[in-house]
Nanobody
């Protein structure tokens, strides 16, 4: 069956860095657009970043541009999110998601074909 398993979340101080990973299985990873979506405490789902299934074009939420980098390794069926200069407002549960289509700026789960269980990122001193 399809699985998306996130890892790498942790408690980190403001200004710190984390690298999230998402291991995919059960579908043709290289054929799908891949995404990171987050949900802060008490708030809705927020689209964070996307990477296409071809040449690796990337897209970002304005508030994370220049700080976060999305990447993928199709040979390992793994998606990554390198997060630098972390801020308290980045605190959230981070989900990995997959879609056969390009989804821009929409965090609603129904827009995605597959969805992970999430990994918690907490930015606090």
């Amino acid at each position: 069956q399809v699985q998306l398993v996130e890892s790498g979340g942790d408690l980190v101080q403001p200004g710190g860095s984390l690298r999230l990973s998402c291991a995919a299985s059960g579908f043709t990873f290289s054929s799908y657009w891949m995404y990171w979506v987050r949900q802060a405490p008490g708030k809705g789902l927020e689209w964070v970043s996307a990477i296409n299934n071809g040449v690796g074009n990337t897209y970002y939420l304005d508030s994370v541009k220049g700080r976060f980098t999305i990447s993928r390794d199709n040979a390992k069926n793994t998606l990554y999110l390198q997060m630098n200069s972390l801020k308290p407002e980045d605190t959230a549960l981070y989900y990995c998601a997959a879609s056969s289509r390009f989804v821009y700026g929409i965090g609603t789960r129904s827009h995605y074909d597959y969805w992970g269980q999430g990994t918690q990122v907490t930015v606090s001193s």
